[in-house]
T-cell receptor
Framework: GNSVTQMEGPVTLSEEAFLTINCTYT??????LFWYVQYPGEGLQLLLK?????DKGSNKGFEATYRKETTSFHLEKGSVQVSDSAVYFC????????????FGDGTTLTVKP | GAVVSQHPSWVICKSGTSVKIECRSL??????MFWYRQFPKQSLMLMAT?????????EQGVEKDKFLINHASLTLSTLTVTSAHPEDSSFYIC???????????????FGPGTRLLVL
């Protein structure tokens, strides 16, 4: 079945540091890939997505590229802010498991001033 | 983007009582709604998939008689935790999707979650 593996956290960075959170996936077919962000006590918000190979999703300075050859969808941001502190989830949807989403375990990011 | 609401946002109840959680899509019609459970510092666990007008499909290990799901309209799904016990305490999150939208068929919109505490 489908699976998503995320870089283990927690991740602690200083403000303006470069962020990378690794995500790799296993799926048959052609899934769509997502990054969601969850702030404390809240639900999930879609951060960005990519629906086919080589697509780049971007939003709020974050970006991730759908790499089919390496089955990866790493999240990056060039300069993090304190307000980026949250839990980030990589997820996939579609492929042969159309309709259901598979989530990674989440990576907690803390950005210190 | 599309908005999904949940009500209540948090609830405290006594052991043995039943609790109903509502999930509404506010500005779109949701052919499918998903119910997730999230334990502290863990990922989301899919409990069931709910399609409008039909019975919910439960994931393996989820008790359908314990977690009753109803999706009577294209904008509302409800999850009822029956005879709740302390181990049912968790953060319940719903998401909604309109499979009729070809361009957005892979996008699901999440509610803000409902925190349940069973004493």
């Amino acid at each position: 079945g489908n699976s998503v593996t995320q870089m283990e956290g927690p991740v602690t960075l200083s403000e303006e540091a470069f962020l990378t959170i690794n995500c790799t996936y296993t799926a048959t077919g052609y899934p769509s890939l997502f990054w969601y962000v969850q702030y404390p006590g809240e639900g999930l918000q879609l951060l960005l997505k990519a629906t086919k190979a080589d697509d780049k999703g971007s939003n709020k300075g974050f970006e991730a590229t759908y790499r089919k050859e390496t089955t990866s969808f790493h999240l990056e941001k060039g300069s993090v802010q304190v307000s980026d502190s949250a839990v980030y989830f990589c997820a996939l949807s579609g492929g042969t498991n159309a309709g259901k989403s598979t989530f990674g375990d989440g990576t907690t990011l803390t950005v210190k001033p | 983007g599309a908005v999904v609401s949940q009500h209540p946002s948090w609830v405290i109840c006594k052991s043995g009582t039943s609790v109903k959680i509502e999930c509404r899509s506010l500005d779109f019609q949701a052919t499918t709604m998903f119910w997730y459970r999230q334990f502290p510092k863990q990922s989301l666990m899919l409990m069931a998939t709910s399609n409008e007008g039909s019975k919910a499909t439960y994931e393996q290990g989820v008790e359908k008689d314990k977690f009753l799901i109803n999706h009577a309209s294209l904008t509302l799904s409800t999850l009822t935790v029956t005879s709740a016990h302390p181990e049912d305490s968790s953060f319940y999150i719903c998401s909604a999707r309109d499979f009729r939208l070809a361009g957005a068929k892979e996008t699901q919109y999440f509610g803000p979650g409902t925190r349940l505490l069973v004493l």
